[in-house]
């Protein structure tokens, strides 16, 4: 009788502990949007037994908040097969597995991202094919399988930023026929294989920067159709080549020291090498179409105004922290195009703006931060009448010889002054120019 009470007992633990085991998660409805909350599912246990309902048949988005859970919940698919949207961002996320998505087959955004992934199978988005934006940033992802994206043929952003990606299959892209949009940045990458985008047809957005590439040819970009904007900065280049369709290249925080221009009259609007070790303007390339050239803080240490005729739509020309100590300029005809020039946080020690005669349209004029003792600034109102703002702040200006300076300038419409605030220790503010 003993052995009866004891097993019935038993069994009704089992029973109980099964019950609270299996629990039915409800969301909140808004329109169609289905929200769950404090979703607690983190053995694999509790996930098998986990089901989802809401209080809509057929809800078109899918999101989950202060939740934590072992792996994606395959069943949110199989319950709600017409979801559009799925938003399981920062839920402790550890694993995707194969077949998840299997139900999933209107699905078009999935945001994973912040969770704790550490790698993508083979064929685990099987099922998905119509996704067309998928974010897996901030996870800790290391292992990319060669065909973790097969099927994915409508992506068209990627988003596999801040995790601890350090290789990629030459051939992982491949079924990414229609990505425009790829993020790859803060990541371990080393290396780019040479063919890595080649498939990538109608990719227009690219972002590597934040990796310890030393090498990426971007001869895989030289194609008939455009490509909008590429980033590689904060890497270990020395080299960088440009093609001839792209029209934003950001290069930043390398080691260049040579640029090369792939094909015929490069259609590149903007251009930033700053901070690489770069020594010339020279080891640029005719670049006609560009706008905005950015050589700030890299090593050269004269420059001659000549050179922009290297580049037919120049607007903005940066080149603030390099070594500067002397500028010249053998223009003969006038140039109009050039509006904006910097050169603070150089050497120079004089300035005189007749240098810049044949740029007569200059807007606005940066030497601040130099070591300028002297500035010659006459008629400056007649010979640069656009000339609207001149910043003079953190130069070496005697107190006794700005005179001059200040009343040419009042003569122009030119905005000059600076703040007692910009002045280094010793100096003093005499007519709006720190001084000593």
């Known amino acids: 009788m003993m052995d009866l009470k004891c097993t019935i007992v038993v069994l009704s633990f089992f029973v109980i502990v099964n019950v609270a085991l299996a629990r039915d998660y409800r969301c909140t409805v808004e329109g169609n949007s289905c929200l769950f909350r404090d979703v607690q599912l983190k053995t694999s246990e509790l996930l098998a037994k986990a089901t989802f309902s809401s209080n809509t048949d057929s809800p078109k988005s899918v999101r989950f908040e202060s939740s934590s859970m072992f792996q994606l919940p395959a069943a949110v698919f199989q319950k709600f097969p017409n979801i559009e949207v799925f938003d399981g961002s920062y839920s402790g996320i550890k694993a995707l597995q194969s077949g998840s998505f299997l139900s999933a087959t209107r699905i078009r955004e999935v945001n994973l991202t912040g969770n704790k992934i550490s790698a993508l199978g083979n064929n685990l988005f099987d099922g998905a094919g119509k996704i067309n934006?998928?974010?897996l940033a901030q996870n800790d992802i290391s292992d990319v399988s060669a065909n973790a994206f097969g099927g994915l043929s409508q992506l068209k952003k990627l988003n596999l930023s801040s995790n601890r990606i350090a290789a990629l299959s030459p051939n992982v892209f491949t079924p990414l026929v229609a990505v425009e949009v790829v993020e790859l940045q803060h990541n371990m990458?080393?290396?780019?294989?040479?063919?890595?985008?080649?498939?990538?047809t109608e990719l227009i957005t690219l972002n590597v920067s934040h990796n310890a590439l030393q090498k990426f040819e971007l001869r895989q970009f030289l194609r008939e159709w455009s490509v909008d904007a590429i980033d590689v900065s904060h890497n270990r280049l020395k080299t960088v080549s440009i093609p001839k369709n792209l029209r934003k290249l950001v290069a930043s925080n390398n080691q260049i020291q040579s640029v090369e221009a792939l094909g015929k009259e490069p259609a590149l609007i903007f251009l930033r090498l700053s901070y690489n070790r770069l020594t010339s303007i020279e080891q640029i390339p005719n670049l006609n179409k560009l706008v905005t050239l950015d050589l700030s803080y890299n090593q050269l240490e004269t420059f001659d105004f000549n050179s922009v005729k290297k580049f037919k739509?120049?607007?903005?020309?940066?080149?603030?922290?390099?070594?500067?100590?002397?500028?010249?300029?053998?223009?003969?005809?006038?140039?109009?195009?050039?509006?904006?020039?910097?050169?603070?946080?150089?050497?120079?020690?004089?300035?005189?703006?007749?240098?810049?005669?044949?740029?007569?349209?200059?807007?606005?004029?940066?030497?601040?931060?130099?070591?300028?003792?002297e500035f010659n600034a006459k008629r400056i109102g007649d010979k640069f009448p656009v000339l609207v703002r001149l910043i003079l702040d953190g130069n070496d200006f005697l107190c006794d010889r700005v005179g001059e300076l200040t009343n040419e300038l009042k003569h122009a419409i030119t905005e000059y002054r600076s703040t007692i605030e910009k002045c280094k220790a010793g100096q003093r503010l005499v007519d709006g120019i720190c001084c000593k």
């Not at 080393?190 to 890595?196: Q, R, Y």
């Not at 002397?326 to 240098?355: E, G, Q």
Request: with cysteine.
């Open 133 to 135: 934006s998928l974010d």
């Open 189 to 200: 990458l080393s290396k780019i294989d040479d063919g890595l985008f080649t498939s990538c």
């Open 313 to 373: 739509n120049l607007i903005l020309l940066k080149l603030d922290g390099n070594k500067i100590a002397s500028i010249s300029n053998t223009l003969v005809n006038d140039v109009r195009y050039v509006k904006y020039i910097h050169l603070a946080h150089n050497r120079l020690t004089r300035f005189d703006m007749d240098t810049f005669r044949t740029l007569p349209r200059i807007i606005k004029l940066d030497v601040g931060y130099n070591q300028l003792t």
